[in-house]
């Protein structure tokens, strides 16, 4: 038996219990579904029983989707018409309570998805974070419109309002932060919301159970658990639902926005796959190329939609590059999360490893090689990171988003090859560009942003900082999530409007001053 320590250790046979709907965490007696982890507690391996989680069906799906209705009460419900001040009070309180629960969540985090230590804290705290920033972006949208325009003889006060109903279904590779950053927007600019905790690592969420509960008023936000296809797929078909919010697969968001009888109606936030290159070109610096591209190939085993999952580079410096970048991956260490060092983990999915090992073995039979030491090296829980080389276009890897710890290397004579192979592919959202002659990279950067919606200069691809906008072209994305992007995704502008003249200036100036209205007012929130 494995020496785990005490204060990693997780609540034996964990039970969440409950489900949240109508503001009332409600005692679940049906069955349930059994959840694992992938992290073995024995010298011989064997998947570690963490506990169990309601698995509802599509009865309880719509009793969710009710209570979302019905609070927003086609737009007269208490929380789209309350005050900013008091929905921003809403959420202050439950952040508040959020950061008492960092041990529990963090522990979570580790044991259900394997994400290290640090990382795990990362994403806690980078979601706390995210909040209060949203908070804050929020108080400035609200006191931008909190002031009349006119033009053309006519007063208009033009602020943000809701959509309606969100379902939100976030991805198991950051089940808090990315599903929050869905979330988190929603139901502060009004709307209200079913959420579905992704499979793996949908035991985080308990600890915050509570705090969703006695924060917000009943119905703006519904906790359900269960198979997607079983609880969304039902909720979807209703038409009830005004905007799908998705991290995870085009395959899963398209199957849930045909279900709808009103795609017309539907609006559409979507964070998707994508197969972001790095292009290194002849006078990149080898030493900062090497450590960024390990950092994006690799960071959280490369189980990030901005993870570098292609690396194109210039066949001069191909074998010098290979070789040193092989290397400093084989001097990676693998282990379990809460170890010092540790930057490889168990995958969470028990399927990955042969899935990834198929990859690898379709590029050898076709002519690639693995070029690093340790490359492909399986066991039951984790395939050590292969750099595979060359990749060509009849190889899985060079189409498929591997999500996992396996590295295509792609050498080219021409920058005009990864340019068209990064035009043809379904998937647009970064890219990594690595070189310092600045009238090589200034046309390059010039045909890159009209390729991506990101070019990183001797840099990895990422999402943050989270001001900054987050999406993508073609299949990797639909709307913009970053903290002012992502109030606007969930929002639509609104406004009254009334003819300059001295009936309707009274009338306006009563609003003011009775503060009769919520919309018609100019208080100041700081």
């Known amino acids: 038996m494995k020496q785990i320590p005490q204060q990693y250790e997780f609540e034996p046979n964990f039970r969440q219990s409950t489900w949240l709907v109508n503001g009332e965490l409600r005692q679940w007696n049906g069955e349930y579904a059994k959840v694992f982890s992938t992290i073995s507690r024995t010298e011989d391996y064997s998947p570690t029983y963490l506990g169990e989680v309601p698995n509802l069906t599509a009865k309880e799906g719509l009793e969710a989707l009710d209570s979302a209705v019905n609070a927003y009460n086609k737009g007269q419900g208490e929380w789209p018409t309350m005050k900013v001040s008091e929905r921003i009070a809403c959420m202050e309180k439950f952040v508040k309570g959020m950061k008492t629960r960092r041990e529990k969540v963090v522990n979570w985090l580790m044991w259900e998805i394997g994400k290290s230590l640090p990382d795990s804290e990362k ?24 002031r009349f325009q006119k033009s053309e003889g006519i007063h208009a006060m033009v602020r943000r309002g809701p959509l309606g109903v969100v379902l939100c279904l976030g991805p198991y590779n950051y089940p808090i932060n990315e599903t929050f950053s869905l979330l988190i927007p929603a139901i502060i600019m009004g709307n209200t919301a079913i959420l579905k905790p992704p499979k793996f690592g949908v035991l985080a969420l308990s600890p915050l159970m509570e705090d969703f509960a006695a924060s917000f008023p009943p119905g703006v936000i519904n906790i359900v658990y269960g198979r997607g296809r079983e609880v969304a797929g039902p909720i979807m078909l209703t038409g009830k639902v005004d905007v799908l919010a998705l991290i995870g697969n085009s395959t899963s968001a398209r199957a849930l926005q045909d279900q709808h009888p009103n795609k017309n109606r ?11 290159p790095a292009i290194i070109l002849p006078d990149a610096d080898l030493d900062l190329t090497i450590a960024e591209c390990i950092n994006g190939t690799l960071s959280f085993n490369g189980q990030r939609c901005t993870a570098l999952k292609v690396v194109y580079v210039h066949e001069s410096i191909a074998d010098t590059f290979n070789k040193r ?3 400093a991956i084989d001097a990676m260490k693998f282990g379990d999360p809460w170890e010092a060092g540790v930057k490889l983990t168990p995958l969470p999915e028990p399927d990955k490893p042969d899935y990834i090992e198929g990859l690898i073995n379709d590029a050898l039979s076709k002519g690639a090689s693995v070029v690093n030491a340790k490359g492909g090296q399986k066991s039951v829980n984790y395939n050590f990171p292969a750099v595979v080389f060359p990749v060509k276009s009849d190889m899985r890897l060079f189409h498929e988003e591997q999500f996992g710890p396996v590295i295509p290397v792609i050498p080219f004579s021409d920058i005009s090859e990864p340019l068209n192979d990064m035009a043809e592919s379904n998937y647009g959202q970064q890219v990594s560009l690595f070189g310092k002659d600045a009238k090589t990279l200034g046309p390059l950067i010039d045909s890159l942003t009209n390729l991506v919606c990101r070019v990183n200069l001797n840099s990895s ?11 993508g072209r073609k299949d990797s994305a639909a709307g913009t999530l970053s903290i002012h992007d992502g109030l606007r995704s969930f929002s639509i502008r609104t406004f009254v409007a009334a003819k300059d003249n001295d009936y309707n200036n009274g009338i306006l100036q009563d609003l003011l001053n009775n503060n009769e209205s919520n919309f018609i007012n100019t208080d100041y929130i700081f």
Do not use: W
Not at 266 to 276: C, I, P, Q, Y
Not at 461 to 471: A, E, K
């Open 266 to 276: 539907l609006r559409m936030v979507f964070s998707l796959e994508a197969k972001n």
């Open 325 to 327: 970048f092989g290397e």
């Open 461 to 471: 691809c990422q999402r943050g900082p989270d001001v900054f906008p987050f999406t």
């Open 123 to 146: 994403e806690f705290d980078r979601t706390v974070e995210y909040i209060v920033n949203t908070i804050e972006e929020y108080k400035n949208m609200d006191r931008e419109g909190a």
